[in-house]
Nanobody, 127 residues
Framework: QLQLVESGGGLVQPGGSLRLACEAS????????IAWFRQAPGKEREAVSC????????YYARSVKGRFTISRDSAKATVYLQMDSLKPEDTAVYYC????????????????????WGQGIQVTVSS
């Protein structure tokens, strides 16, 4: 019954911006830890950002800190990842993930904890 549908990916030039959206269905999003992961070709899947709850406590990978922002809109049951100042090294497939446990920010980077995942969406940064 639970579904996560991602949108907003595509091809952008270096320095550009994209906003990824992940719409949830079948549960109340505000009860869940939310996260974004990404996987580049030939690389392991890595945590980009995660947020255990809506109190502002947030993890960002060093490579994206200051450029990416995770957020949620409970009324729309949607998770967002705002990506600014994009670089070619940001090119990857991006996945949203949620879990009913409100993990500590030190725990939410571990992909094995998450019950539900989006389908993955391609982000390509190139001129």
């Amino acid at each position: 019954q639970l579904q996560l549908v991602e949108s907003g990916g595509g091809l952008v030039q270096p320095g550009g911006s994209l906003r990824l959206a992940c719409e949830a269905s079948g549960f109340v999003l505000d009860y869940y830890t939310i996260a974004w992961f990404r996987q580049a070709p030939g690389k392991e899947r890595e945590a980009v950002s995660c947020m255990p709850n809506n109190d502002g406590t947030t993890y960002y990978a060093r490579s994206v800190k200051g450029r990416f922002t995770i957020s949620r809109d409970s009324a729309k049951a949607t998770v967002y990842l705002q990506m600014d100042s994009l670089k070619p090294e940001d090119t990857a497939v991006y996945y949203c993930a949620v879990d009913p446990v409100r993990y500590l920010v030190t725990q939410c980077i571990h992909q094995g904890l998450y019950n539900d995942w989006g389908q993955g969406i391609q982000v390509t940064v190139s001129s």
